[in-house]
Structures are given as structure tokens and as C-alpha cells.
């Protein structure tokens, strides 16, 4: 890898020289995620090389001056642009990434760093760690994004005071761990180490039990005939996740479908709780959920 | 009632003679909507007296130039600002409207118009029509607002660019729904007739159901020991509402209870279903679920 960054704003004082800055990133998939990181990499000085199943969307992101180059081609020994990176992010759907990172291990040059930005981990840390790849590889969740997808909706600055989850492998050495906090610095997140299943038992309920039910709660609108101009503002957050992609959130829901079974069940039984008080006219019980729902928003702050 | 509006931006070119400006309105719970009527209508040039329940509120309210003065003690003919009101807003919740009607009744002066703002539109209406009330009330609830509440919540300009439902009672006249418009007109609102039934049952889904279910989604996560801190910007949006005042969605969806238990079970079979395709491990009936609720979302831009 090159020797001195490309910008001198690009080496954070007290940086361990380990975790060198990378001179050039490959960026696989230009999507609203790796779009917007492909955006904060460029803006720190680093060569982005990228690629995507769309070419109109490669075009876009070099014409725009973010990505330096095409990766080439996204299959076997062609591949040529993976070899020249010092860190490598996939930023595709996670049903897409193991079969990705499988096509992809032949073609790594001198990575540091391997990492993907899925919202499930297991099965991507697995994954890596099975194809050898776990000494360089660390799971990244950015916990951040929008409804919208595509790299039309990627940003600079998306992931700003976020936190992003990292999920090293067993075997994930200190330069490429180092690296992946310096990579979600230079994105401006907060970097929260956790294991892999311990994250995806957590995203259930607090990322894809509210994207489900979001997309439930339009479901029952449109049955309905209510159209979204006749929401508020309130219903409008409460059925705003429901935009998001279905492909990126099929592929979610299935990797995680045991554990986000059982928060839908456990929402299914609350909303059963609260219809039974409202047939019975029950004021007492229907405030005290009510009340236990504002205290929990109150939590914290 | 006086003549000329103490502002000239007051009076809109072409408005009817017959819904002249007021000189006094009296609102009646100085909270988030009372309280936000209040500034719109004191930037108007309208003289506003004001009282609530929590005597710091009015004191508040009135310090800070908004309100003019004190309506007086809440009940009885020493309620002598009520005789003096052009224009009478009850802001208080759904389940204290309609005696607070019956204790206003009597205290009535000249009044052309007197009005609510709650959210379920059939009780207040029939109650208003059988007190003999019915050609100067029409029903009102602007369709906007806030998770917060309280005097501290409200705002100028918290209904610009909002839809204000109007519900008239049978016997309602033209100069009581005048200056109803008249009243939504100047707090930037966009004015609908509906009939009270029908809002009620549209209110269910488009408002109620949203509600509730993200008070059930906040208890759910709760019980999982979720914090709210763990949460995304998604699930922040989809809980929002949650933290919304107990006493006052008591109030509605025991006004609403039948439609909103219909509204609820038809949410709980969505949600069934998707978990049910979740177990299965079904990618196509997961895939065709979210993305009727994407299309849903796009309906109407």
C-alpha cells in the first residue's frame, strides 16, 4: 500500500501507525450506504475504486468525481481493482454478500481490511471466518440510513454521530480491527464492538421488529383504503420504514426470522391486549398501557 | 361585539361581511393546541382570554402576552369572560368536552361561533346539537401536532400548512362555519368538511390505529428491555408517537373504541401473517408483503 495519505486531514494524531491510512478503498455496491461511504472516503482523500450491478449508477458515482475507477468487472481474476485495495467494503444486500465475499477472496490483494455493512451479522462473520478470511475481516452494521435507497439518496455525512456495530470474526487481528474503527471514524460514526449473535438479537427488536411493523401497519392501511395524504404527522413516522427497499429487507427478515418471530409475536400479543381493553371499554387498563408505552419513551431521555 | 379587527392583515379581502373578525375569543385548556390557537390568534390581533386547569399554565400564557387576560373560575356565571367571546375554542381532551359544553352553555354571550379541536368529532357533535347549541358549534380538529404536550409544546404556526377537519352539527349556520374557516384560515390551516361519523371512522386507520400500535411497539420493546437509546432513526420514527399523553388517547380511543378494535385486529393480521411467512421461511410471501406495503408508501408521491 501507498505510504503517505492522500490528506493530511486523513491521519488523526495518536492514530497507531498500524492502522496506516488506507490509499485506496473498494466500494461494492453504490447504493445509499456504500454510496455514502464511497462520499466521506473521497471527501478524506482516499482512492475509491467502485462497482455496482447498475452501470448507470457506476457512471454517475465517477462522473461525480467520488469514485476514482471502476473495481472492473465483479467476477473472478478480472476483478483486478479489489487487488490494488487497502480495504475492501461490501455494501450489497445480506443475502447477497456471503456468495460476494466467496467470488472475492481469490482476487484480495494485501487488504487490510474486509468488511461488509449489513444489518445482520452472523451468517456474513461466519461466512468470512470459513473462507479464511476472518483475520482481516470484521462485521460492520451502520446503524443509520433512510427509507430511501440508491445511490441518488447516498450522502456525505450520512452516518455523522451514529453508531456502527462492529462485529469482528474469531480469528480478526488487530490491523484489520483497527482499521475498521478508522474507517467508521473517517464516516464520522461511533464504534460499538459486539458480537455477532448478540447483534442480531438485538436488531430483532430494535431495527426489524419497527421496520416490520411499519410495513404491517401500511399493509393494514392500504386493506383499508387509506391512502398515506390521509395520515398526519404522526402516521407518517409510524408508517415511514414501510418505503424501504423489499429486497434488502426480505433478505434481512429471513436471516433473521427466528428471533424477529418472536418480537412480532410479542407486538401481536400487546396489540391484542390493548383491542381486548378497548371492547371491554376498559379506561383503567387502556391508560396503564398507554402510560407503561410514554414512560418507555421517557426512558433516557 | 367591536367593530374593526385591531390588526388590518386581520380581515381577508372578499371574506363575507357576515364572519367579521372577532374582537375576543376564549380558549378554553391552554396545552399544546389550545395554546398554539392562542399565539396564532394574538399575532392576528385577536384579544384572547384564556384559562386551564393548571393555574401556572395560564400564568405563563399570559405573561408572555398571549393571553390578554383570564377567562375567570372555570364553572358558573362568574365565568364572566365567556359572555364577552366572539369566538369559543374548548382545547381540552375529547372525554372532558362535552360537560365542559354544559357548564359553558349558559355562560354564553353573543358568540358567533364555538368550536372543540378533538380528535373524535360524533360525541362533542351530538352533544353540542342536543344542548341547542348546534347553529353556532361546529366541530374542529386540526389535523397536526406533536408527541409533546403542554402550554411549553405549543407554538405559532403549528397548523400552517395542516388540514383542520370541520364536523357542523345539523343545525349548524353560515356565520358559525364562516368563522370557523375563518379561525383555521388564520392559524394557516387548510379547512375540510366532513361529516362527525365519517371523520371518526377515517380518524380510526388514518390516526388511532398509528397511534396505538406505536404505543403496543414501545411496550413490546419494553418488555424485551430494549431501551429507546438502542433504537435507529427508524425506530425512533415508528415509537414517536408513543410518547404522546395517556390521558388524552384514553379519552380518543375510548370515543373510537369500535372502529379502532376493528383497525387494530386487521394490524394483527398482518403482522400474523408476515410472522407466519417468516417461520416458514417463505421469500416470496415475505417479498410480496413489503413491497405492497413500498407501493402503498409511494401511492400519491
Not at 183 to 204: F, K, N, P, S, Y
Not at 248 to 253: H, K, Q
Not at 259 to 268: I, N
Request: charged share 15%; hydrophobic share 50%; proline share 6%.
Amino acid at each position: 500500500m501507498a505510504g503517505a495519505p492522500a490528506n493530511p486531514d486523513f491521519a488523526p494524531s495518536g492514530a497507531p501507525a498500524r492502522a496506516a491510512a488506507p490509499h485506496t478503498a473498494a466500494v461494492i455496491g453504490l447504493g445509499l450506504i456504500g454510496g455514502s461511504i464511497a462520499r466521506d472516503l473521497a471527501a478524506a482523500g482516499v482512492r475509491v475504486l467502485g462497482c455496482d450491478r447498475d452501470d448507470s449508477t457506476l457512471e454517475a458515482a465517477i462522473a461525480s468525481g467520488v469514485v476514482a475507477d471502476s473495481l472492473g468487472p465483479p467476477v473472478g481474476p478480472a476483478w483486478g481493482g479489489v487487488a490494488e485495495a487497502d480495504w475492501v467494503i461490501l455494501a450489497v444486500p445480506v443475502d447477497a454478500a456471503p456468495a460476494l465475499l466467496l467470488s472475492l477472496a481469490p482476487a484480495l490483494g494485501g487488504a487490510q481490511l474486509v468488511t461488509d455493512v449489513g444489518s445482520t451479522k452472523s451468517a456474513i462473520t461466519a461466512a468470512a471466518e470459513g473462507l479464511g478470511l476472518g483475520p482481516r475481516f470484521v462485521g460492520s452494521h451502520p446503524f443509520a440510513g433512510d427509507h430511501r435507497s440508491g445511490w441518488a439518496a447516498s450522502a456525505a455525512g450520512l452516518f455523522r454521530g451514529a453508531r456502527a456495530y462492529l462485529t469482528p470474526c474469531p480469528s480478526t487481528g488487530d490491523v484489520a480491527l483497527h482499521a475498521a474503527r478508522r474507517l467508521w471514524g473517517l464516516c464520522g460514526a461511533t464504534v460499538e464492538l459486539i458480537d455477532a449473535a448478540a447483534h442480531d438479537r438485538l436488531m430483532a427488536w430494535a431495527s426489524h421488529l419497527p421496520q416490520v411493523a411499519s410495513s404491517a401497519l401500511a399493509l393494514a392501511l392500504a386493506d383499508a383504503g387509506i391512502p398515506p395524504a390521509a395520515l398526519g404527522r404522526g402516521g407518517h413516522d409510524a408508517t415511514r420504514l414501510a418505503a424501504g427497499s423489499p429486497e434488502v429487507w426480505t433478505g434481512i427478515a429471513l436471516e433473521n426470522a427466528a428471533e424477529l418471530a418472536v418480537a412480532l409475536e410479542a407486538l401481536e400479543g400487546r396489540l391484542g391486549e390493548l383491542r381486548e381493553a378497548l371492547k371491554r371499554r376498559d379506561a383503567a387498563a387502556i391508560h396503564a398501557l398507554l402510560a407503561a408505552a410514554t414512560a418507555w419513551s421517557g426512558e433516557g431521555g
